[in-house]
């Protein structure tokens, strides 16, 4: 189970820090990710962890704004948010899974566990 939390509204340029905390019976590691959903648009990946490690994986319009990272222990997944915008608006979700592979970090279908969603908006 995805618990995900942080979300509000901001005006632009503002900042906000979503969190996810992943529960359950696994004890084994997770690759988390952040993905949004903004209405009439399709689900896209904002950042994420593959479970063996490495530097995180960001999409190009949020590089530079966002930053990422995670807590191994705790099996959760943090989003920093910064000089937010008004495209920044929507629904952000926390995703995860045990198996997925490197390469299919970005692909919302492959993911199996999703989070309830939290909505941020960004306006004047």
């Known amino acids: 189970q995805l618990q995900a939390s942080g979300g509000g509204a901001v005006h632009p340029g503002g900042s906000l820090r979503l969190s996810c905390a992943a529960s359950?019976?696994?004890?084994?590691?997770?690759?988390l990710a952040w993905f949004r959903q903004a209405p009439g648009k399709e689900r896209e990946f904002v950042g994420g962890?593959?479970?063996?490690?490495?530097?995180?994986f960001l999409a190009d319009s949020v590089k530079g704004r966002f930053t990422i990272s995670r807590d191994i222990a705790k099996n959760s997944v943090y989003l920093q948010m910064n000089s937010l915008r008004p495209e920044d608006t929507a629904v952000y979700y926390c995703?995860?899974?045990?198996?997925?592979?490197?390469?299919?970090?970005?692909?919302?279908?492959?993911?199996?566990?999703w989070g309830q969603g939290t909505q941020v908006t960004v306006s004047s």
């Open positions: 995703a995860a899974s045990l198996t997925i592979i490197r390469s299919s970090l970005r692909v919302p279908s492959a993911y199996a566990n």
């Open positions: 962890f593959h479970r063996s490690g490495g530097s995180p």
């Open positions: 359950g019976s696994t004890s084994r590691a997770l690759s």
